[in-house]
């Protein structure tokens, strides 16, 4: 089997555009196709003998990854495959919790307190700002 290598496009053509979805194409087959109308753009089917539930899951995993990333550049896509990508994803996604938590109990104190000077209110979101863009503890 030919392996494809990744960024021999060099940008002379651009991948088929929008999401895709997986059909049944007969027995232990799937279409991947696109719901733009550009039609079919892949087919799954068994090779090694996995079961019909391991092929339609593999094609469903394909779908999935495309369009989870239809936002993103094909460079960027082959640039971070070999990092330690999800890893740097998860990490970012709790640093951006915290951060949103923060906010929102900082925000929360600033609203729900009357007799607290507007001073305070103006340190306290002042602090929170500069936690958030790195500037703070």
């Not at 539930?53 to 369009?67: F, H, I, K, P, Y």
Request: aromatic share 4%.
């Amino acid at each position: 089997m030919t392996e494809i290598q990744t960024g021999w496009n060099e940008g002379n053509a651009k991948h088929t555009q929008g999401p895709l979805v997986v059909k049944k194409a007969g027995t232990c087959a799937y279409y991947i196709e696109s719901t733009n109308g550009k039609g079919r753009i892949a087919r799954i089917e068994i090779l090694n003998m996995p079961t019909e539930a391991e092929d339609e899951a593999n094609a469903s995993r394909l779908v999935a990854c495309w369009n989870a990333c239809l936002s993103i550049d094909t460079e960027t896509i082959e640039r971070l495959a070999g990092d330690d990508f999800i890893e740097h994803l998860i990490s970012l996604n709790e640093l951006l919790t915290s951060q949103r938590n923060d906010l929102l109990e900082t925000l929360a104190n600033i609203v729900c307190h009357e007799n607290i000077t507007n001073k305070y209110r103006l340190d306290a979101a002042e602090t929170a700002i500069a936690k958030v863009i790195g500037k703070g503890e």
